[in-house]
Nanobody, 122 residues
Framework: QVQLVQSGGGLVQAGGSLRLSCAASGLTFSRYAMAWFRQAPGKEREFVAVITGPGAGTTYAASVKGRFTISRDNAKNRVYLQMNSLKPEDTAVYYC???????????????WGQGTQVTVSS
């Protein structure tokens, strides 16, 4: 059974940092592109970042570029999202996802984590 289990969310003040973690099991982790998406209440799901299976390439949404860093540790079957200089606009439920292709589209991802709340106060 494929599982993506997330941790690391929470409440932080604007300008602060959080690190999200997503632990994968039941799949050959290094073969999958791993991505982060987020969704705020009443808004559509939004792409945040993606990293290739080997970890050689990354793509970021313009809204987070320069502030967020996606990384992965294939030996630990984990993907991370380091979030710095957080803004209230970053408040959302964040989801990790695994897919067989490198994509910014949610529909290209087959496996999803349970989501974790990130709240940034002003």
């Amino acid at each position: 059974q494929v599982q993506l289990v997330q941790s690391g969310g929470g409440l932080v003040q604007a300008g602060g940092s959080l690190r999200l973690s997503c632990a994968a099991s039941g799949l050959t982790f290094s073969r999958y592109a791993m991505a982060w998406f987020r969704q705020a209440p009443g808004k559509e799901r939004e792409f945040v970042a993606v990293i290739t299976g080997p970890g050689a390439g990354t793509t970021y949404a313009a809204s987070v570029k320069g502030r967020f860093t996606i990384s992965r540790d294939n030996a630990k079957n984990r993907v991370y999202l380091q979030m710095n200089s957080l803004k209230p606009e970053d408040t959302a439920v964040y989801y990790c996802a695994a897919g067989s292709t490198y994509s910014i589209l949610g529909r290209d991802y087959v496996y999803w984590g349970q989501g974790t709340q990130v709240t940034v106060s002003s």
